[in-house]
């Protein structure tokens, strides 16, 4: 039983080393914790805040995207141009290209602008959601600045053949359709999911910023989706494992106009390829993981009303190898290397089409207690760039067990994010002499977790700051040419705490938790002279937000209300305009029949039951009362025993 | 459990220490004093925040020195939309040119009172007067070329569509005629057209430098327009530099094109002094005269300083040049006298783009 003993300590060490661990029964988690003993973050993450949204929660928005479940179930702030439309992700105060977004520890970061759209990802084509904060430069490299996103996938062994379908219709036309199926055997997984999603997100909304009749349908926001994930994986002896992912999505949304602007034309398309493969070696000694991405990413954006038609496309190689190894019993060793090849093609954006290469060396040192009360890591990340000094970034992160019930939890780390091809070499403007942004970021939590009898209980609380230097932003030069610069000094700090309640008896389960923000993220240079936006707070930051939610379980039976409060956002950067805060409620209820190793959900989704009118952006309408409804079916045969 | 009450009341210390140093709620904007009335002065419009915001209109009093911010929205229910690129007061009304929003909104320009919305236009950009029922307004459109669109200004309907050379832009009237400088819009172009104000028809097209954009008419009569040059493809370079030309309005023919020599700076903003004999422009980071009786290119530098807005006040012939700092938060207009020395300063909305005189 070698399996069980190593799934028994790993989950014990995941225990310890993820802070806030969200678990509604599933039984599939065994098998997911047995994948994350490989993985960089699941043992040299250390001393950083993460958070984990396993497949049960995104379970309950397998109708949604990734945009939608981030807004209600984190402390992250998504900015969302509204309903079906560009969403990104802001942690603790840092932009959009401050969250590295990894699938299965590629980064799905654009090379053209840094950012990706949250919206664009179905929440069922990944099983599991690491969300890692702070400043993590040596583990994930450019980009992890003010987080990171780790979305996982990961391969059931021996669970028979299954097929599973779901449909599901809501408000403005909303229809989704996704079908899977997957054959399991002992040695080999391969499966392939199917979605297609339409809306019309027609939706009414009060346009405040009309004259006459104002109450308005949103206009041109049609939206078509439809891709395919397929997977495979291999247990080829004892010691190794391949995998293959392959991803493709094709997009095709309208803009619809913000309610200032009351017209818009504009359409824009993405198609993208991603294919992956990782194979892995573990040794009684060494264990070695070597991985390969391709990413061919094609972006076309339509303005019939200003003539616009923009094209944009980028193919990156990623090639990643890692070693690990212990010296002694106490300690872990990993050491890597990454190659990324990045090249925009097909765009008339630049002069030349970029091409860039980066090559990084990495190194991880664990040291932990015999009996895991300690953990403690330094790393560093050296990353190489033709012409360009990219500064050494170490980080030294360290989670103790105190008092029993207490886990204390450090971290102090360096990071950085270098320039985008936009920023070097956008034909208008484009700077090559951009440094990259960079600065440290420390931060220390404290976690209280307990049950007693049928309750459990966890409270955290996290005060980090973060400084950011050589943020760039793009002004006008003498010749009104906008262009980037390396001018702002931006300084984040605050406050984050979390509650997490649990009482179970039999199958019935209530859940409480509930976070709480408080946010400064301020400039603290001036790009101009008289510059207002001087010891500010950076637009679209809120200071504070917060979010509770409860949670019933009965049997197949699950009812849940979050409540997302997000505070007040600065929409002028001297502070002098802003929107007012709002509060969201949503309710999701599911019920599951299981019949022998099948089973059918049915569930509904309704979203702003208390029908607040609001703004994430300003003049961007967003949408009052909206529900989903659907029906899933899953079947399941499983392997017959030998 | 005393030492876990006493780590929790550290923590909650801690945060009340960390949010006393902040208030939440941000402050409330110095709240507008209406005016009784926005006579006397200056209006400086505002483009706001591009794709998702609102402009304004800010007004610059000459007898007080005050400034009243965001007009519009303080005097009427709803803003005034996305990207505001001009105002003009015309038959004691502003018209007030949305661009983004393709709307030109209507006020009582002594009150500030909606009076209504000419819509369904596409990328307006200038308002002009033609007569008490009928006024003119420029736009790039969304067709092959640019337009001038014809508004019954008792209904606020758009009565005729004129078609222009691309992305239409300044306009100056003179005589029965109006002069259109068509500055290219989403390609490039290098006429300005001439519509007969009776008919509405186009009289001529006439061939000045690349891109003229603004216009303005002397003492003499005779119409003079910037012409911005010709850009590569990546704004690096210029494949036809600028050029001051002088039109005459009699024959409809160019008197003169005189180009100017800078390969890398756009000559832009044409404005004219109360007497109609100096003309000033902006150009490589400073602001330029041209006396109207010159029949070559003087070049005489006035203000060693860009601005991305640039006005002459007709009543005293003082400038008025804008800067928009770092293009999110509220900008400034700097004032200078008629001799070009500075005088003082006053905050405005963000990106303040054009000035009406009042």
Redesign the interface.
């Known amino acids: 039983m070698n399996l069980f003993k190593l799934f028994f300590s790993v989950s014990l060490l995941s225990l310890t080393v993820s802070g806030f661990t969200q678990t509604v029964g599933d039984s599939v988690k065994q098998l997911k914790v047995v994948e994350i003993t490989t993985s960089r973050s699941g043992n040299f993450a250390i001393g950083n805040k993460s958070e984990t949204l396993d497949s049960s929660l995104l379970d309950r928005y397998s109708a949604g995207n990734l945009a939608e479940v981030l807004t209600s179930e984190s402390q992250l702030f998504i900015k969302s ?1 509204g309903l079906g439309s560009l969403a990104s992700s802001s942690f603790r105060g840092a932009g959009a290209e401050h969250t590295s977004v990894l699938w299965n520890g590629f980064n799905l970061q654009s090379p053209m602008n840094g950012q990706i759209d949250l919206s664009l990802i179905p929440s069922d084509f990944v099983n599991e959601v690491n969300l890692q904060y702070g400043g993590a430069g040596a583990l994930w490299g450019s980009g992890a600045v003010g987080g990171t996103i780790l979305m996982n996938n990961s391969g059931r062994f021996n669970r028979g053949t299954s097929v599973s379908m779901s449909t599901s219709f809501g408000s403005f036309g909303d229809m989704r359709q996704q079908a899977g199926v997957e054959i399991s055997k002992k040695r080999v997984v391969s499966s392939l999911k199917l979605f297609n999603h339409d809306a019309k997100n027609n939706f009414p909304f009060i346009n ?4 006459g009749n ?1 109450e308005q349908q949103q206009s041109n926001a049609e939206l078509k989706e439809y891709g395919l994930l397929q997977e495979n994986y291999f247990q080829i002896n004892a010691h190794q494992k391949i995998n293959t992912r392959f991803w493709y999505q094709f997009n095709n949304r309208n803009i619809p106009p ?1 309610m ?4 818009n034309a504009a359409n824009q398309k993405d198609e993208l390829y991603r294919a992956t493969t990782e194979w892995q070696r573990t040794g009684d000694k060494l264990t070695i993981l070597a991985r390969i991405a391709y990413f061919d990413e094609g972006l076309r954006y339509v303005d ?5 038609d923009a094209r944009s496309r980028t193919k990156v190689t990623i090639a990643e190898a890692e070693a690990r190894f212990s010296i002694t019993k106490f300690d872990l060793v990993n050491i890597g290397i990454n190659n990324t090849y990045s090249e925009a093609i097909d765009t008339s954006d630049y ?1 030349v089409n970029p091409t860039q290469n980066r090559v990084s060396l990495f190194a991880s040192y664990k040291l932990h207690s015999k009996n895991n009360n300690w953990n403690a890591v330094i790393s560093g990340r050296q990353e190489f760039i033709k012409s360009k000094t990219i500064p050494f970034t170490p980080s030294l992160g360290i989670d103790v067990k105190v ?1 029993k019930y ?1 886990i204390v939890k450090a971290n102090v780390a360096e990071h950085y994010h270098l320039p985008t091809l936009n920023e070097l070499y956008w ?3 484009g700077n090559p002499d951009l440094k990259a942004e960079s600065g440290w970021s420390e931060e220390l939590s ?1 976690i ?1 977790k307990h049950h007693y009898k049928g309750f459990s209980w966890e ?1 955290g ?1 996290t ?1 980090f700051n973060r400084n950011i230097d050589n943020w760039i ?1 793009w ?2 030069n ?4 906008w262009t980037p610069e390396n001018v702002l000094q931006v300084w984040s ?3 984050e ?1 979390k509650l997490n309640l649990s009482y179970s008896v039999r199958k019935f389960k209530v859940q409480l938790s509930g976070m709480y923000n ?1 946010v ?1 993220s301020t400039n603290e240079k001036a ?2 002279a ?4 001087l010891n ?1 707070q950076l ?1 679209y930051v809120p ?2 937000n917060a979010q509770g939610n409860i949670t019933v379980s009965w049997k197949g039976t699950v009812v849940s209300y979050t409540h997302v409060y997000t ?2 956002r ?9 929107l007012k805060p709002y509060a969201i409620g949503n309710i999701n209820i599911g019920q599951t029949f299981l019949l022998n190793t099948s089973k059918i959900k049915v569930f509904v989704q309704l979203n702003n039951v208390w029908e607040e009118t609001y703004q994430v ?4 309408a967003m949408p009052l009362f909206n529900y989903q409804a659907g029906l899933a079916v899953y079947f399941n045969q499983p392997n017959k025993q030998k | 459990m005393k030492k876990n009450k006493l780590i929790y009341a550290s923590i909650l210390a801690f945060s009340i220490t960390i949010s006393g140093c902040k208030k939440d709620d941000p402050e409330t904007p110095a709240e507008v004093t209406p005016s009784v009335s926005y006579s006397n002065g200056v209006f400086i419009t505002n483009e706001g925040p591009y794709g998702t915001g609102t402009g304004t209109i800010s007004f610059y009093s000459r007898s007080s020195g005050s400034v009243s911010a965001n007009l519009f929205g303080a005097h009427n229910t709803y803003p005034l939309g996305n990207v505001v690129q001009s105002m003009e007061v015309f038959n004691s009304q502003g018209y007030i040119v949305v661009n983004n929003a393709g709307k030109v909104e209507v006020v009582d320009a002594t009150s500030f009172n909606s009076q209504g919305a000419i819509n369904n236009l596409v990328n307006p950009r200038y308002f002009l007067g033609i007569n008490n029922s009928k006024g003119y307004v420029s736009q790039w459109g969304s067709g092959a070329t640019g337009e001038v669109k014809v508004i019954d200004l008792a209904t606020k309907a758009v009565t005729a569509t004129i078609n222009t050379g691309n992305g239409a832009e300044g306009m100056v009237k003179s005589g029965n005629n109006v002069y259109v400088a068509c500055s290219g819009g989403y390609v490039t172009d290098s006429v300005v057209t001439v519509i007969n104000t009776a008919t509405d028809a186009v009289v001529t097209n006439i061939t000045v430098g690349a891109n003229p954009s603004s216009i303005k008419m002397d003492a003499n009569g005779k119409i003079w327009v910037i012409c911005g040059g010709e850009w590569n493809g990546t704004i690096t370079a210029l494949l036809k530099t600028g050029r001051l030309v002088r039109i005459d309005p009699t024959t409809n023919t160019v008197d003169f094109s005189l180009p100017f020599s800078s390969t890398t700076s756009s000559p832009s903003h044409l404005v004219i002094n109360n007497t109609g004999t100096t003309l000033y422009y902006m150009y490589n980071g400073g602001v330029y005269s041209q006396s109207a009786t010159s029949a070559s290119l003087n070049a005489t530098l006035v203000i060693n300083r860009s601005f991305y807005g640039l006005g002459i006040d007709p009543t005293n012939n003082y400038f008025y040049g804008s800067d928009p700092g770092n293009f999110s938060s509220n900008g400034k207009v700097i004032r200078y006298n008629a001799a070009a020395t500075v005088l003082d300063s006053f905050n405005v909305g963000l990106i303040p783009g054009n000035f009406c005189f009042q």
């Open positions: 141009y405040s910023a009309q004259y104002r913000s200032t602007q009351n017209i019939s009303i200003i003539h616009l002069i008092l207490f034909g208008q403007g404290l209280h409270l609380g005060v932003i002004l006008p003498n010749y009104n040419i700090r605050g406050v705490y408080y400064l790009a101009t008289n510059d207002a936006s500010k637009i200071i504070q505070g007040y600065y929409t002028s950067s001297d502070n002098l305009e802003y952006l300003a003049y961007r």
